[in-house]
């Protein structure tokens, strides 16, 4: 231990960017489970302010960090910012856990560069797998033969704002975002989509885009469809300017057929209800627990896995960016 803290029974880390999603959702997650979060970095004053009133020591700079005894950090940046965190956890052999997505378009390439030298375990924050919706709906099309075909609606009145302390339209800059509904709800939809086919997609096919008129490089409202093997699809549509903000899906299996929204699953004759809405905010912090549950029981197998699958979600997306632009 070379920071002059006590020897910690849990596991260490370092929180990079203390935004909404790290204060809120996962640092109280990875207290739980018994982890040390000993610090945060963060290049905005006032975040380093609150994460020092949580308890953590606050740096400027990933050098911050160097005399430090860590296992792994945990990256919640916005995504243009999160390349450096990587190489740095790479260079020192530390894992990662990171949020969504783990690359914009330009630095995709990098990233999988950077990773294929790597022997550290990447674990990507694929939370909404861990929503009990989606658990039960897993649960269900396994038992019924699995998914023949899918819709997903995400409807939004707005995109989502972040903390006041720093830039809280970071979200429609494509310099830090790297996109718009397609890169933030759309990268939800489609490793959803992979993890109740249970397969990668073949194909993604850009179907309708549109975009703000005050902001013509962000789309606002886009449809798409993924093919998988066996003429399966699942069609998506997402929406920054709906009239509701809703979660509605409709799962089609061998049949049966499943209807999922925010609090309910409907399937044959049978409904489940559930208490914490899809809908119901945007940090959904009770997921997180089990999110890092299973980061923390996986990161001994340097499975890369989950790093190939996020890899593999931006790859899609970078090709429906690419048909938009044709």
């Not at 020092?52 to 916005?78: M, R, V, Y």
């Not at 998506?236 to 609090?263: F, M, P, Q, V």
Request: proline share 4%; glycine share 8%.
């Amino acid at each position: 231990m070379t920071d002059g803290k006590t020897e910690s029974v849990g596991p260490r880390c370092a929180i990079i960017g203390f935004g909404n999603i790290a204060e809120l959702g996962h640092l109280p997650a990875l207290r739980e489970l018994g982890v040390d979060v000993v610090a945060a970095v963060d290049i905005c004053e006032e975040r380093r302010k609150k994460a020092g009133a949580a308890g953590l020591q606050t740096f400027e700079s990933l050098s911050g960090l160097d005399n430090f005894d860590l296992d792994f950090i945990d990256i919640c940046t916005p995504p243009s910012y999160r390349y450096q965190p990587i190489e740095y956890a790479a260079g020192r052999g530390l894992d990662v856990v990171c949020e969504k997505p783990v690359a914009t378009s330009s630095g995709l390439a990098g990233l999988k560069d950077l990773m294929q030298d790597s022997s550290i375990f990447f674990y990507p924050i694929h939370n909404w797998k861990h929503a009990p919706q989606y658990v039960k709906a897993k649960e269900i099309v396994e038992e019924n033969g699995g998914v023949e075909n899918l819709t997903m609606n995400t409807l939004r009145t707005h995109y989502g704002t972040g903390t006041p302390d720093w830039n809280p339209n970071w979200r429609v800059d494509r310099s830090i975002s790297g996109g718009g509904i397609i890169m933030d709800h759309g990268y939800h939809n489609i490793y959803l989509a992979m993890h109740l086919f249970g397969s990668d997609f073949t194909n993604a096919v850009l179907e309708d885009v549109t975009y703000f008129k005050s902001n013509p490089e962000i789309e606002k409202r886009a449809c798409f469809r993924l093919e998988f093997p066996g003429e399966r699809r699942a069609t998506i549509t997402l929406d920054w300017g709906a009239a509701r903000r809703e979660i509605k899906n409709t799962i089609y299996e061998c049949n049966h057929k499943l209807e999922l929204s925010d609090k309910r699953i409907v399937n044959s004759d049978h409904t489940y209800e559930f208490d914490e809405s899809l809908s119901g905010d945007s940090v959904h912090g009770a997921w997180f627990k089990n999110v890092f549950a299973d980061f923390l029981r996986l990161r001994a197998s340097k499975d890369k896995h989950h790093f190939l699958e996020a890899i593999r979600v931006l790859e899609g997306i970078n090709s429906l960016y690419e048909q938009s632009r044709s």
